[in-house]
């Protein structure tokens, strides 16, 4: 037990290390691929961010989504990428080859579909190497370059934010 809470103070000061080293810079290119982070624990649904991919006309081979749970659950495996805490390592490393793969991925945006405040779900969102990241309202504001505020229930309402934000921000075509 007290290696696990070790393990959690050195993760969090790697989070803060790389929050406080990040750096925001919003360019006007479009978004051509998306990465998507979620808790699968407060919503497993993969099918809706195919949906919002399509609508912010992104390609589906574009498309990459993990999810995570706290749980250690052996029926999850039934989903292609689910990842657990015991895929990360002291210090924010990543003992998964495939979850290392996606976070060295350069997608133009990264949605990061939570709210509950688990350590390894904000590390994931700070080790993306994403050019632009989403989120919804957390307690660490560093942790995406657009926030919205809504309930994670209501993702049809995230969705069009999302879209009207990005048309906004000249990242992606409004074809209408």
Known sequence: MILKGFKEKSNKKHLNKLLSQREVSVTDSKVKSLGVILNIDEVDDFELFRVLAAHLNVRPNRLKIIAFSANKKDTLSSWD???????????????????????????????????????????????????????????????????????????????????????????IKNEQ
């Open 81 to 171: 990428a689910c990842y657990n805490p015991k895929d990360f390592g002291w210090s924010g490393t990543i003992k998964n080859i495939e979850l290392q793969t996606f976070l060295s991925t350069k997608f133009d945006a990264l949605i990061s579909y939570y709210t509950t405040e688990d350590l390894e779900l904000k590390l994931l969102t700070a080790k993306s190497e994403a050019q632009f990241k989403i989120g919804i309202l957390q307690t660490d504001e560093r942790l995406n370059d657009l926030i919205i505020n809504t309930n994670i229930k209501e993702f049809n309402v995230f969705k069009a934010e999302v879209h009207k934000y990005l048309t906004i921000l000249n990242k």
